[in-house]
């Protein structure tokens, strides 16, 4: 069974930074995609960036330049580092995981940024 844990949110202050982490279990990890979308209050739901199982990173470009993907030793990891923040990041931050035409979603970490 294929289960995906997201951990890191919280509190930040405006300008601050937070890493998020998000776990995989159960999958085969050979060609798949983990990817970040977010929610924020009364919006849809976003894709924040991805990275492929070969390493390829995308952004969404209201985060370019100031969130980074990277994967951990364990290719299940995977860290959202979010600099720079600002209140309209605040958001419930999903990790996502794609593979072999099946998706499987984390429970979300809450992230809010507010002085």
């Known amino acids: 069974q294929v289960q995906v844990v997201e951990s890191g949110g919280g509190l930040v202050q405006p300008g601050g930074s937070l890493r998020l982490s998000c776990a995989a279990s159960g999958a085969a990890f050979r060609l798949y995609t983990m990817a970040w979308y977010r929610q924020a209050p009364g919006k849809q739901r976003e894709l924040v960036g991805s990275?492929?199982?070969?390493?390829?990173?995308d952004y969404a470009d209201s985060v370019k330049g100031r969130f980074t993907i990277s994967r951990g030793n364990a290719k299940n990891t995977v860290y959202l580092q979010m600099s720079s923040l600002h209140p309209e990041d605040t958001a419930v931050y999903y990790c996502?995981?794609?593979?072999?035409?099946?998706?499987?979603w984390g429970q979300g970490t809450q992230v809010i940024v507010s002085s």
């Open positions: 990275i492929l199982s070969g390493g390829t990173i």
């Open positions: 996502n995981l794609k593979e072999y035409g099946s998706e499987y």
